[in-house]
C-alpha cells in the first residue's frame, strides 16, 4: 500500500531575472514500510522534492497524497496535524545550541500538550533507542556530529511519526560515522516499520540502506526501481554513471570537464554482475577454456546492495563478433546479469 503518492508534481521558482522549474511532472510512489532513495547532485530538484512531500514547499501543480490525504485540499490546521506524522532530520542537525540533549528531545513532545514528567521519560526511551542515554545532560556543542544526528533522529521521533524524511542526513558525516547513522535507521525501519526516504547525493548510502530509488536529473526522474535491479542493469545515463563509473551526481561535470573518458583498445566491452549462486564457480576461467580465446578484465569489483555483497567485472571481448555473441551467451547461461557497454560509459583505465 502507498503511503505517499506523487503525481505530475511540478515546482516553478519565478524571480526578477528568470523562470527555473525545479520540478517537471514528478510522478512517484512510496509504499509503507519501504526505504526509498532520492538521488541527485546539487541542484537536480531532490531537496525541492521532499520538501514538496510534506508541503513545507507547495507545488506549482500537481497533487501528492499522503495516507490518503491530498495536501492541497487540507486547511492550514488539517496540514499541521497530518505533519505530525512526517518527521525530518537534515544534514546540519537543527538542534537548539543553548538546550541539553534531553531537552532537545522533549521540546516537540511540551509543545504537542505533553506533560513535562510524561516527556522527560519519552525522551530518555528514545535517547536509549538511538544510543546516547548517557549524553542526556550535555549539550550540542560537547556532541560528535554523529552523536548529533542521533539526537536528531531521536527528536523526530519524538511524535512517532509514520514517515521520517532525511535531507542528506549523512553528507557532513566521516563514512565510518555515517555507516553507524545508516545501521541506526535501518535497525528502526526494521523493528518499527516507519517508512524512510533518504535525499542523497551518494550512491554508496542508496546500496547500503534503500530499497527503491529514485534518479533526479534536472528536475525530472529519468530512472526507479528496486535498488538492486538499478545496479544489475542502468537503463538511463545517469544510472549508468553512478553504477558503472562509479561516480556519485556532483562529480558528473566535474568528471566531463576533466575528459576522463578515454577510449579502449576493445571494440565491445561488457559489464556482469554476480548474482545468487552465480559466484560459485569460476565462469570467466571456463569460458576462457571454453571457447580458447581469452578476454580482458578491464574492472573488478564488490559492491554492499542492501546487505547483499554484488560481483561486477568489466571485460574486453573478442573482436569476432560470432565470438562474442557466444561469449554473451556463454556468460548468461551460466547466471550471469550482462549489460553491453556503449562509448559513453566510462570504465577502469587499462586492462590486465
Known amino acids: 500500500m502507498a503511503i505517499i503518492e506523487v503525481k505530475g508534481l511540478s515546482r516553478t521558482f519565478v524571480t526578477k531575472d528568470a523562470t527555473v522549474e525545479a520540478l517537471k511532472d514528478i510522478d512517484l510512489s512510496i509504499e509503507e514500510g519501504d526505504v526509498y532513495g532520492i538521488i541527485g547532485m546539487s541542484g537536480a530538484g531532490k531537496s525541492t522534492l521532499v520538501r514538496c512531500?510534506?508541503?513545507?514547499?507547495?507545488?506549482?501543480?500537481?497533487?501528492v497524497t499522503v495516507e490518503g490525504h491530498e495536501l492541497g485540499k487540507l486547511s492550514e490546521k488539517e496540514l499541521r496535524a497530518l505533519r505530525s506524522d512526517i518527521g525530518m532530520i537534515f544534514q546540519n542537525f537543527n538542534l537548539l545550541m543553548q538546550s541539553t540533549v534531553i531537552d532537545n528531545v522533549i521540546f516537540p513532545l511540551t509543545i504537542h500538550g505533553m506533560s513535562k514528567a510524561k516527556a522527560k521519560k519519552k525522551a530518555m526511551n528514545l535517547l536509549e533507542?538511538?544510543?546516547?542515554?548517557?549524553?542526556?545532560?550535555?549539550y550540542p556543542a560537547q556532541l560528535s556530529g554523529g552523536q548529533c544526528q542521533r539526537v536528531a533522529i531521536a527528536r523526530a521521533l519524538a511524535s512517532d511519526p509514520k514517515i521520517l524524511l532525511c535531507d542528506e542526513a549523512t553528507?557532513?558525516?566521516?563514512?565510518?560515522?555515517?555507516?553507524?547513522?545508516?545501521?541506526?535507521?535501518?535497525?528502526?525501519?526494521?523493528e518499527t516499520g516507519i517508512t524512510i526516504i533518504i535525499i542523497t547525493h551518494s550512491m554508496s548510502v542508496v546500496r547500503e540502506i534503500c530499497h527503491n530509488v529514485a534518479i533526479v536529473e534536472k528536475g525530472e526522474i529519468v530512472e526507479r526501481g528496486l535498488v538492486e535491479d538499478i545496479f544489475t542493469h542502468p537503463k538511463s545515463k545517469a544510472a549508468r554513471r553512478l553504477v558503472i563509473e562509479g561516480k556519485d551526481p556532483d562529480q558528473w561535470e566535474e568528471a566531463a570537464s576533466a575528459k576522463e573518458v578515454k577510449a579502449l583498445h576493445e571494440s565491445r566491452r561488457i559489464r556482469i554482475v554476480y548474482q545468487q549462486n552465480s559466484s560459485y564457480e569460476p565462469v570467466i576461467a571456463n569460458m576462457v577454456l571454453h571457447f580458447g580465446k581469452p578476454v580482458n578484465i578491464l574492472k573488478a569489483d564488490t559492491k554492499d546492495v542492501n546487505g547483499t555483497a554484488r560481483g561486477e567485472m568489466i571485460l574486453g571481448l573478442s573482436d569476432d563478433p560470432k565470438l562474442s555473441d557466444n561469449q554473451i551467451s556463454y556468460l548468461k547461461e551460466h547466471g550471469l546479469a550482462v549489460?553491453?557497454?556503449?562509448?559513453?560509459?566510462?570504465?577502469?583505465?587499462?586492462?590486465r
Open 171 to 190: 553528507s557532513a558525516l566521516d563514512p565510518q560515522t555515517t555507516q553507524q547513522i545508516l545501521a541506526l535507521l535501518k535497525k528502526i525501519n526494521q
Open 339 to 351: 549489460d553491453e557497454l556503449t562509448t559513453d560509459d566510462d570504465v577502469a583505465k587499462g586492462g
Open 129 to 138: 533507542t538511538v544510543g546516547l542515554a548517557e549524553k542526556a545532560s550535555s
Open 53 to 63: 512531500l510534506n508541503y513545507l514547499e507547495k507545488p506549482t501543480s500537481g497533487t
